[in-house]
């Protein structure tokens, strides 16, 4: 019985380091390419990596190396289990300056001895016999002909020692981090962090090399290494959670969803190929075909039916896990109007083909949509070869609108029917939206306005339609001013969105700051709230420019609040929008060079882009051709152009503080 069971404990083993090793080295890209600024998520990061390097040792001596390789990878293991003890000191130090106790010299000391001292072990494990000797051993219950056991040199006990006494002051630092904590939930992630920070030192420890020789391959010895196994892959996912949310910017919901949709498309898949390779590699035969054979459609068909089982359960499982107080909801509410809403791209894409479709049915070549922007009509989508220049439709605007204006009453029943006009050579036809804001702001279908015009080809001098056809334009009329309305409604909440999105202030980030006690010595001279995050700080003032003539991202921004803007408050008869545009302005003025303006000289450009994109209004064609300029090149030098008043806005405001004090 136990020749039976030692094989499948052994098998067992080499899946569950296999294991290990897919779940460290996952977690370890995960904060890395997540939060390579902060400081927690780097030296985690180095936890991590001694736990991949210990474990990708297991795995690749259960392949059956030589001799010397074999040796050489067990001394090469030592690279992790040296530095582990040093890695987690280093980390409890991390979170210890998270909470506001950052070394003051003796801490960064020590952190830098530890690491030292794990070189020397490395070099003892690594040339010498001095920490451990391998032993060549033969078990009795395996069958594989080269296992090599570790016994224990004679310094050892001295990395024992070292071992014990590092870790427990790593485990200090984290309960005086916890402590620390004013929140019930930071308090929970640092207890979290405290039970699992000891799981991946002594899941690496070489408690073989304290027992007998080979006893590590008995039957007892594999079921308290798989047992060891087990459990470290269970607390290094426990470890993963709190991890997660240091230095992270966006809300916990969103940390907790990106984590759980990480797991279950990434580490989870790998585990799933892993064991079904290795079950079904030893096979000789599967439903009648060869083993080897049928392995690769038995991994395939394994990861697809695994992603089709996530897509389905996963809102079960963020249900479940993430949105536990029934805010669900409304997260769902914002989900579907993310599905729903279309770019404009989008939308123009629509209008072509139903363009295209009208030119079909009543056999022309051409054919437009223009809508109304800034009172102006302006080209949207066309198809066919003798499309309208943009500049007549908006030179004819006014001729335009008087061919409609009998038509624009409040009666909806006069838009029943299309009335076209002749025009140009085109049949035009009018659309109206059915979206009109009355005096109470209420909308109302009664108030049909004019949102733009659609022309076909005039075929014949007069209009020659039968009935049928006179329907089918009708349709295409209809739906392209439903389109056109959508489109206005989503610039709208684009628009919106834009303006108010860089003035909510409170992320995950600056959340740390009030859920932890603060430091021993308070910061003298702390600066205005908008100043504190200069990315946050940049997104104010670009939706301020956006919104130069008007709209929330200026009348609700949080600049608003600065300085510089109370200074200039009985300049523009107490009015801080006024205020906040004149300094902007001064902002924008403080970018040009000297001497005479000149469109295509790179000294301007910044300046040119400013004047012309948010003072002068213009859209990103026309500024493009001003200034001889591609559209992509112009988006970037716009937020160069952006974040340099962004930098002007920080020295003004440091000045004014200065004079304050």
């Known amino acids: 019985m136990d020749a039976l069971i030692a094989p499948l404990l052994s098998l067992t083993n080499e899946t569950l380091a296999s294991a290990i090793v897919i779940v460290a080295a996952s977690i370890l890209l995960y904060n890395l390419t997540r939060n390579l600024e902060n400081r927690v998520a780097r030296t985690s990061g180095a936890v991590l990596a001694c736990v991949v390097i210990v ?60 690491y030292v001292i794990s070189i020397m072990f490395v070099l003892l494990a690594a040339f010498t016999n001095a920490l451990i000797a391998p032993v060549r051993v033969t078990p009795e219950l395996l069958d594989r002909e080269l296992v090599v056991s570790l016994r224990a040199g004679p310094l050892f006990p001295v990395y024992i020692a070292y071992f014990v006494i590092v870790t427990a002051f790593a485990f200090y630092n984290v309960q005086r981090a916890r402590q620390r904590c004013l929140t019930r939930s930071t308090r929970r992630r640092m207890g979290y962090l405290q039970i699992a920070l000891l799981t991946p030192a002594f ?149 072509d083909a139903n363009l295209a479709a009208s030119c079909d049915y009543l056999r022309v070549n051409t054919a437009f949509v223009s809508a109304f922007n800034e009172d102006l009509l302006e080209l949207v989508s066309a198809v066919g070869p003798a499309r309208p220049d943009n500049s007549l439709l908006k030179n004819s605007t006014s001729e335009l609108i008087n061919l409609f204006a009998s038509e624009n009453s409040t009666d909806s029943e006069s838009h029943k029917h299309i009335n076209l006009k002749v025009w140009h050579g085109y049949w035009i036809a009018p659309l109206y939206g059915m979206r009109a804001v009355n005096q109470t702001d209420q909308v109302t279908l009664t108030a049909a306005p004019l949102v733009g015009v659609m022309g076909i080809q005039a075929r014949a001098a007069e209009i ?105 408050l009985d300049e523009n008869e107490g009015n801080p929008t006024r205020a906040l545009r004149s300094v902007l302005k001064t902002a924008i003025e403080r970018q040009r060079p000297g001497g005479e303006r000149k469109m295509f000289s790179p000294e301007w450009t910044l300046y040119n882009i400013l004047q012309l994109r948010f003072i002068e209004r213009a859209k990103v064609r026309d500024v493009a051709q001003q200034l001889a300029l591609s559209e992509p090149t112009l988006y970037r030098r716009q937020d160069e152009a952006i974040n340099a008043v962004a930098d002007t806005l920080m020295s003004m405001e440091a000045e004014a503080e200065q004079r304050e004090a």
Request: charged residues 20%.
């Open 464 to 568: 020659d339609l039968d009935d049928d056809e006179r329907m089918m334009l009708e349709r295409f009329a209809r739906r392209s001013a439903q389109t056109l309305d959508d489109m206005r409604l989503q610039g709208e909440i684009f628009a919106a969105l834009e303006g108010l999105l860089p003035q909510i202030t409170i992320t995950r980030k600056t959340a740390e700051a009030i859920e932890y006690k603060p430091p021993r010595t308070a910061a003298h001279g702390t600066r205005s709230p908008d100043m504190a995050d200069t990315e946050q700080f940049k997104e104010q003032v670009r939706a301020a420019l956006r919104h130069y003539w008007g709209g929330s991202g200026l009348s609700s921004s949080r600049l608003l609040e600065l300085q510089i803007v109370r200074d200039l």
């Open 203 to 351: 899941g690496i420890f070489p408690f073989s090399v304290l027992l007998g020789a080979g006893q590590e391959f008995s039957l007892n010895g594999l079921a308290l290494v798989n047992l060891t196994n087990l459990i470290v892959i269970f607390m290094l996912v426990f470890l993963a959670y709190p991890l997660s949310f240091f230095g992270s910017r966006v809300p916990d919901r969103v940390v907790k969803t990106e984590l759980l949709r990480f797991f279950l498309r990434g580490p989870a898949t790998g585990l799933l190929a892993l064991i079904t390779i290795i079950f079904l590699t030893p096979t000789t035969r599967i439903l009648g075909l060869p083993g080897d054979e049928f392995l690769p459609f038995a991994v395939v068909a394994v990861v697809l039916l695994w992603q089709w089982f996530v897509a389905l359960s996963l809102s079960w499982f963020e249900r479940k896990l993430v949105y536990t107080n029934g805010d669900y909801d409304h997260f769902e509410k914002l989900q579907d109007m993310s599905e729903r809403l279309l770019t404009r791209h989008d939308l123009v894409q629509f209008l």
């Open 55 to 114: 474990y990708v040792g297991d795995v690749f001596v259960s392949l059956n190396p030589t001799f010397a390789t074999y040796q050489a990878t067990l001394r090469l293991q030592w690279f992790g289990i040296a530095f582990m003890p040093a890695a987690l000191f280093h980390l409890s130090d991390a979170l210890l300056a998270t909470t506001g106790l950052p070394s003051r010299g003796r801490r960064r000391r020590v952190i830098r001895i530890l």
